[in-house]
C-alpha cells in the first residue's frame, strides 16, 4: 500500500449500521471500498417489515440522542428534517406485585436523580427512596469502581432501586439484567460523573440537564429504516461495490476469504463472531423474540400505559421483557396506521427456551395484562428473532473493528465508534 494512495482497497465485512457507516466514512476519504453482506438485505438490526399493511421498523426503532451523533449523523443523510421525538408521555413499570406505575420522569437508564421525588416514591415506596436518598452521604468513591451497573447502583442506592426501577429499563433497552452490563457501556461516562459531581443524583441530574433539550431518544418521520435506505444510495453514489448474500469466512490483517476467493485489502471487521481471535472462548449472541401486533380498539387511542411498558424480573403473569405501544410512541406512525394500533413485545428466547411462535401466541394475553384492559380484534401479527452480538473479547492486533460487538448495544454507540475507528483508518496511510 502507498502512503497516502487513494487507491487503497478497503474490504468491509458486515452491512449492518456499523458497515455501512464506516464504507460511507472510508469512501469519502477515497478509498476503494468493497462491502460484503451474508445476507440477501443491507442493515442488520435494522429492517422494515409491513404489518397489517402498516409499515414498520422491525428492529431498533429510536436512537439515544446524547451527544447528538445519531442526529447529526442522520442530518449528514438528508434526514435532518425528519427526525421526530415520540410523545410526552412517560413509560410504564410493571411490577412484582403485578401493578403498574410510570416510570419516574428524571432518570438515567432508570437511576433516580432525586430520590425523593413523589413519582419515585410511588414507583419504589417511601422506605426504600429514602435509603435511595442516603447516597448523597456517600463519598464519591463508594462504588466507583463498580463492574456492573447493577452494582454500582445497589451500592449507593440499595437494592430496591435496581430491581424495581434500573433493571427493568436495563432489560428493555440492552436485553440483558442491571447485574450483567458492564457500567462503562450502560452509561458511558457515568463513573467519571459520579467522581467529579459527588453523588449519583447529582451525576445524573448534570447528565440531564447535559442532554439536548427533550426526550432521551428520538426517531425518524418513516422509520429508523431511513438511515439504511439513505446509507445504501450514498455508497452507490460514492463508487462502493456491495456484494450481498457474501458470507465471509476467513479474515486476517491483510484480507479475506469469501466464496473460496481470497482477496487482498485492509480489513474492517462489522460483523460479531468474525475476526476473534480466540472464536471458542467468546460468549453466545443472545436472542429475543419480537412480536408485532396490529390491533383493533378504539379504547386504546387514550394510551392506557404511555409509551409502552417496562416488565420488572418477576413480575406475575407475563412472559414478554418489555411492550411497546408504537402508535402512542411515534404521532406520526399514527397518522399512516388508519386507527389501527401497533404493539410490539419483545421475549428473551434463550432465557425461557422459548420458540418463536410460542410467543405469538402469548402475545394477546401479554399485552391485555400489560395495558390493563382487554385486546381487541388482532388484525395482523409478525414475529422476528434477532441475534445480539456479546462483547468481542478476543480481538487480533492490527485488525480494525467496529459495530455492536465492539461498540456495545445502539445506534449512537455503533454510529458514533464506526464514524471514528474509519477516520483512523484513513490517518493510518495518510501523509504526515
Ligand atoms: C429488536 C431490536 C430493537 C432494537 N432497538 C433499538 C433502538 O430502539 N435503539 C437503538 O439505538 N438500538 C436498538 N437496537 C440495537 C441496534 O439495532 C444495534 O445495536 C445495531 O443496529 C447494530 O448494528 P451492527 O452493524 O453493529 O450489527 P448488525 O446490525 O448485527 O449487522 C451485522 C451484519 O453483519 C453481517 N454478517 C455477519 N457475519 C458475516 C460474515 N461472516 N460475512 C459477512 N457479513 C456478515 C450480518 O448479516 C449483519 O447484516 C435494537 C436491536 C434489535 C434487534
Known sequence: MTPGSSTVRVLVVGGGI???????????????????????????????????????DAGAESFATRRGTVADFAAQLRLGDDIVPPAELPAWLYRVDGTAKPLPATSV???????????????????????????????????????TIGELVRRRMGSAVVEQLVDPVVRGVHSTSADELPLDRAVPGLRAALL???????AVRGMRAAAPAGSQVAGIRGGIVRLVDELTTDLQRFGVEIRLNSPVSEVTSDGLTVGGERLVGQVLVAASGVGDSDPDSSAPARRITVITLVIEQPELDAAPRGTGVLVAAGAPGVTARALTHLTVKWPWLAERSGGLHALRLSYDSDVIGLEASHALDLAPADAATLLGMPVGRVVDAASVTWERSAPRTHAVDGMHYVGEADAGTGLAAVIGQAEAEAEALLAEDRPD
Open 18 to 56: 456499523a458497515g455501512l457507516v464506516a464504507a460511507r466514512r472510508l469512501a469519502l476519504g477515497g478509498r476503494d471500498v468493497t462491502l460484503f453482506e451474508a445476507s440477501d438485505r443491507l442493515g442488520g438490526q435494522v429492517a422494515r417489515h409491513t404489518v397489517g399493511g402498516i409499515d414498520l
Open 109 to 147: 437508564l432508570g437511576i433516580p436523580g432525586m430520590a425523593l421525588a413523589p413519582d419515585v416514591v410511588d414507583a419504589i415506596g417511601l422506605r426504600a427512596a429514602m435509603r435511595a436518598q442516603l447516597e448523597l452521604l456517600l463519598p464519591s468513591f463508594i462504588g466507583s469502581r463498580s463492574a
Open 196 to 202: 467529579r459531581d459527588g453523588s449519583l443524583m447529582h
